[in-house]
């Protein structure tokens, strides 16, 4: 038996696979023969490694498989290509980001051809695009029409030298630290976007029970949407018109509360703070 040469033989049936058009997806199939697949769009911030294919061949195996048994099967590809990576990227290399987004996803999609991905390249999107984003932006307008998006102030990650807010992943190690500058990242409190999700906490949680999900991911759905059942009791504040609301599972214990404690970041934390305390919650 000779030698398996991938060089020589993988090239050669990748060129029969995009020539006859393989892995397209036929625009009108039989009923009940289509089959939508989807893996994870990467970050275009450079060339792809070992753990790019890792996460994608359990949904190309079965897109195959499918295939295999005459399904009609929607593979695309695209670059989730906005966002700090990205720019970062960019930043540290000396290039223009759209430059540098559209020269990774050339490559990115050269070594996805090497590598045999069935994907249907007809499908591909940037979501640095214009023509994909706008439909974003029109989702986002419906939200905002229906009360579903809102501006409210809230604690975040900032920058003070990148001048931008920052999420969890991208503040590094204990000393809390930009991961694109290294400067001590501050929480500032800013106005800004949220989705009003708790609308349709009680549907997310019971679709929950219709999904063929392991377990042990359904659970961290359920503890992610954060449905809790108690009651609001408000505390009076000695020798002032103020008032503290809190929220709690066991209202039966509330006859045995002894003292609160109020977050320095509360709107209250300012005006109740005695004077001898104040340096500790602006240092915290």
Same mark, same amino acid.
């Given at each position: 038996m000779k &030698?398996?040469? #991938?060089? +020589?033989?993988?090239p050669k049936w990748q060129q029969v696979w995009q020539e006859t058009g393989l892995y397209e997806t036929a625009v009108a199939p039989a009923e009940g023969q289509d089959w939508y &697949?989807? $893996?994870?769009? #990467?970050? #275009? *911030?450079g060339n792809l490694h $070992?753990?790019?294919?890792?996460a994608m061949t359990g949904a190309d195996?079965? +897109?195959?498989y499918r295939r295999m048994q005459g399904k009609n099967v929607l593979? #695309?590809?695209?670059w989730d290509a906005f966002g700090l990576p990205a720019e970062n990227a960019a930043i540290k290399h000396g290039i223009p980001p759209a430059e540098w987004t559209r020269s990774n996803i050339a490559d990115m999609k050269q070594q996805f051809g090497r590598m045999g991905a069935s994907f249907d390249w007809n499908k591909e999107l940037s979501t640095a695009d214009p023509d994909y984003y706008r439909w974003t932006q029109w989702l986002f307008l419906l939200l905002y029409e229906q009360g579903l998006a809102y501006r409210e102030k809230g604690l975040q990650h900032w920058c003070p030298s990148c001048q931008t807010v920052l999420a969890n992943e991208q503040v590094v190690g204990q000393a809390n630290l930009c991961e694109r500058c290294d400067t001590p990242v501050e929480k500032k409190e800013l106005e800004q976007w949220f989705f009003k999700i708790t609308d349709y906490a009680e549907e997310l949680l019971s679709d929950l029970d219709d999904l063929d999900w392991p377990e042990k991911i359904k659970t961290m759905q359920r503890d992610w949407i954060g449905k809790s059942q108690g009651a609001q009791v408000t505390f009076p504040v000695v020798e002032t018109d103020e008032e503290i609301e809190v929220f709690t599972t066991r209202p039966d214990t509330i006859h045995g509360a002894t003292y609160m404690v109020l977050a320095p970041e509360h709107p209250l934390?300012?005006?109740? %703070? %005695?004077? *001898?305390r104040q340096e500790a919650v602006e240092t915290y």
């Amino acid at each position: 038996m000779k &030698q398996y040469d #991938p060089k +020589a033989i993988e090239p050669k049936w990748q060129q029969v696979w995009q020539e006859t058009g393989l892995y397209e997806t036929a625009v009108a199939p039989a009923e009940g023969q289509d089959w939508y &697949q989807l $893996a994870m769009f #990467p970050y #275009p *911030s450079g060339n792809l490694h $070992a753990g790019h294919w890792y996460a994608m061949t359990g949904a190309d195996v079965l +897109a195959r498989y499918r295939r295999m048994q005459g399904k009609n099967v929607l593979f #695309p590809m695209g670059w989730d290509a906005f966002g700090l990576p990205a720019e970062n990227a960019a930043i540290k290399h000396g290039i223009p980001p759209a430059e540098w987004t559209r020269s990774n996803i050339a490559d990115m999609k050269q070594q996805f051809g090497r590598m045999g991905a069935s994907f249907d390249w007809n499908k591909e999107l940037s979501t640095a695009d214009p023509d994909y984003y706008r439909w974003t932006q029109w989702l986002f307008l419906l939200l905002y029409e229906q009360g579903l998006a809102y501006r409210e102030k809230g604690l975040q990650h900032w920058c003070p030298s990148c001048q931008t807010v920052l999420a969890n992943e991208q503040v590094v190690g204990q000393a809390n630290l930009c991961e694109r500058c290294d400067t001590p990242v501050e929480k500032k409190e800013l106005e800004q976007w949220f989705f009003k999700i708790t609308d349709y906490a009680e549907e997310l949680l019971s679709d929950l029970d219709d999904l063929d999900w392991p377990e042990k991911i359904k659970t961290m759905q359920r503890d992610w949407i954060g449905k809790s059942q108690g009651a609001q009791v408000t505390f009076p504040v000695v020798e002032t018109d103020e008032e503290i609301e809190v929220f709690t599972t066991r209202p039966d214990t509330i006859h045995g509360a002894t003292y609160m404690v109020l977050a320095p970041e509360h709107p209250l934390a300012g005006e109740i %703070t %005695t004077p *001898s305390r104040q340096e500790a919650v602006e240092t915290y």
